[in-house]
């Protein structure tokens, strides 16, 4: 079978890029081909894809041009009545409103234009002695090329842009240029795409960011003024728009804060969005999320882009070897002991002022210990051989203070037994546990040669 192209004369291998000329589709090829203005011959059965979609270009364009003009004509048609009857009006020709409206005869064929001038009322127009006539400023571009020379005169909106061209500095002009609105929104289309083109830049394989590198060297060597300087060089307008929104150039404090800080993580959220490569710096707060026990705000973390999944954590976390974490470790026991040293000292400066030495003290009423054992197994996302499921048994412990005060009670042991006092006589002597203890052993053995099937047998020695 011939699969050239009816209009091409191409052949066409792939049959995922052919179609049939009498196919079944809503597009007609067939009625299609017959309006081009030239003949071409239905010689072969299949027309390329590329081929069929300049013509459905070609039948919308056309259905595109036939539509404006019957919406210029049914404006052209609606309006005239309006504007002759208007015309009659100013003319003094009243007469003829009330009379039936004569045939109006064809206008002459000739190539001239016909144009129709109305009169207008005497009480619209102005007179050239009374009106203030207001100058503007003609303004006209002209260019001369080696092989002609061209002049056009500007629009209104373009006037100013003239003007700056001719006497403004480049500041002027790029003003000019900006309060234009059809102009400006073109140049915020032109702003997008080199942000467009600056934002693949960063994201690209072939040239990967420190924000893309997650091996452990690159990882010990990143920091947020890297990854701010890193954007600046290879990204000035994405960085620009940062430092905009970060940056108050108003600001009256006296300290400056350096701001690589929030521009790196703000490139690095909105770079992470964009690649799921770009988690660098997501990476390295999971890691320290991960050694500071807060595994519950990972999850949380993760979902708003500031973290990784601990699935790409526990993965890196093999690559990097069991000695990865040995100064994040030391960094927070250094910030421990830290902490500790500062609450010791404000407990010194807390304790016992000077003027509160010479206040009675009020003795305690006394206070309760009370314990709570809490045992609970914590099973770990991550097993190793150092990180193991956890077995915890601990105790809670409080003391509560007493209602009624045991202060005026004797401190010296009363000498004698319990069974002495007067209560002592209902608890249980020697011989009434060891019968307690007779009985619980045959009510057991009862119970078990009732329920189990293995003890029936011995049922009627008990």
């Known amino acids: 079978m011939n699969y050239n192209c009816v209009l091409c004369f191409r052949y066409i291998d792939k049959g995922v890029e052919r179609y049939r000329i009498e196919g079944k589709g809503k597009f007609d090829v067939v009625e299609a081909l017959k309006l081009l203005p030239f003949t071409v011959r239905l010689s072969n059965t299949f027309i390329c894809k590329h081929c069929l979609a300049k013509l459905k270009k070609r039948t919308g364009l056309i259905q595109q041009l036939n539509s404006l003009d019957n919406e210029i004509k049914n404006a052209y048609l609606k309006n005239e009545d309006n504007h002759a009857f208007q015309a009659r009006i100013n003319n003094g020709e009243t007469n003829d409103l009330c009379s039936t409206p004569k045939k109006r005869c064809p206008p002459p064929s000739t190539s001239t234009p016909l144009v129709e001038f109305i009169r207008l009322p005497q009480e619209l127009v102005v007179s050239p002695i009374n009106a203030e006539v207001k100058k503007v400023a003609n303004v006209t571009v002209k260019v001369n090329w080696p092989s002609r020379e061209s002049s056009r005169k500007l629009p209104d909106d373009l006037k100013p842009l003239g003007k700056m061209l001719l006497r403004g500095t480049y500041k002027q002009i790029a003003n000019s240029a900006w309060k234009n609105p059809d102009i400006n929104k073109h140049l915020r289309e032109l702003l997008l795409k080199d942000v ?113 999944s601990h699935t790409f954590l526990y993965k890196n976390l093999d690559q990097f070897g069991g000695d990865h974490n040995k100064h994040i470790l030391e960094s927070v026991q250094q910030q421990g002991e830290f902490m500790e040293l500062q609450a010791e000292r404000q407990k010194c400066d807390a304790s016992f002022p000077p003027d509160q030495k010479n206040k009675c003290i009020v003795q305690d009423v006394g206070r309760k210990l009370v314990f ?91």
């Open 196 to 308: 467009e083109k600056e934002a693949a830049g960063l994201c690209s394989k072939k040239y990967p960011s420190c924000l893309r590198r997650t091996d452990k060297a690159s990882m010990l060597a990143m920091s947020l003024e890297n990854v701010s300087s890193e954007i600046k060089e290879r990204a000035p307008l994405f960085h620009s728009v940062l430092s905009s929104f970060a940056i108050n150039p108003h600001s009256r404090a006296a300290d400056t804060k350096p701001h690589f800080g929030p521009i790196a993580m703000a490139a690095a959220i909105l770079l992470k969005n964009r690649s799921r490569y770009m988690t660098a710096i997501q990476l390295s707060i999971t890691i320290f999320l991960y050694h500071s026990n807060w595994m519950n705000t990972l999850a949380r973390l993760c979902t708003l882009k500031i973290t990784c």
């Open 372 to 462: 709570d054992n809490i045992d609970y197994r914590q099973e770990v996302h991550y097993m190793t051989h150092e990180h193991q499921n956890i077995d915890a048994h601990c105790v809670t412990y409080m003391s509560v203070a007493n209602r009624v005060s045991g202060n005026h009670l004797a401190t010296v042991n009363r000498s004698g037994s319990v069974l002495n006092l007067e209560n002592g006589k209902c608890l249980p002597s020697v011989r009434d546990n060891i019968k307690q203890r007779e009985n619980y052993v045959a009510l057991v053995r009862r119970i078990i040669s009732a329920k189990s099937s293995a003890y029936i047998s011995y049922k009627m020695f008990l």
